[in-house]
């Protein structure tokens, strides 16, 4: 899983970037939705991130869904 968020948040460095505020928003919703399908509670991430504001909020809610996954994994 550590793997896996630290290429999703790689990616999304990139994006943030090289993209415009709303542009990268987008491209992070649609890439998250990738990255958490077949996740143990992805479904609950991509509901949740539709309603964020700005990327940062989108980033911060990755990054608290991994934590969450190590942690019940623990």
Do not use: C, N, W
Request: proline share 4%.
């Amino acid at each position: 899983m550590a793997d896996r968020r630290d290429v999703i948040l790689a990616h999304f460095g990139m994006l943030l970037q090289q993209e415009e505020d709303k542009h990268a928003l987008h491209k992070l919703r649609t890439f998250t939705g990738v990255y958490s399908h077949g996740l143990p509670a992805g479904e609950r991430l991509r509901r949740q991130i539709q309603g964020l504001p700005d990327a940062p909020a989108l980033l911060a809610a990755v990054e608290t869904f991994f934590a969450d996954l190590e942690l019940a994994a623990a």
